[in-house]
């Protein structure tokens, strides 16, 4: 009976912006999971790459969890591989995630008719400078 009741309220200004506050936040915490992967996986391909000329039966060591592990290059390499398919895969389904997220927040915009402060001056300097009729006068 609550949720009902809930619903049959419009919101208010306030909620609506709240709402809007928090998609926005979710989309940035979307954009900052993606770069801070996309990071790891550029320092993944750095790593596979100078492995990769390597003896494979010369140590390396690997960081576990927090703990440094001594391991060979060919035991290594493989789940570094493995890592960096893991992580291109992730970054795929973030971008999804996040064009969704966007999607969402046009929805969110249109429905209650919001207007960010910046496309609104831009809106108004188009309209501006559309050539029209101007009144000279000559004498």
Known sequence: MASTAK???PKTNEQIIAGFQELRQQQRALASKISEV???LKEHNLVIE????VDPGKKCF?????????????DVLPAIV???QQMSK????LNKQLESKGTEINKYRETHNLKIRGE?????????TKPGTQGVLVS
């Open 7 to 9: 619903s049959n309220k």
């Open 120 to 128: 609104e001056s831009s809106e108004v300097e188009k309209q501006e």
């Open 50 to 53: 100078n492995l990769t000329d």
């Open 62 to 74: 690997r960081m576990l969890g927090g703990v440094l592990v001594e391991r060979t290059v060919k």
């Open 90 to 93: 992730l970054i795929e389904t």
């Open 82 to 84: 493995n890592n960096k």
């Open 38 to 40: 996309e990071m790891d």
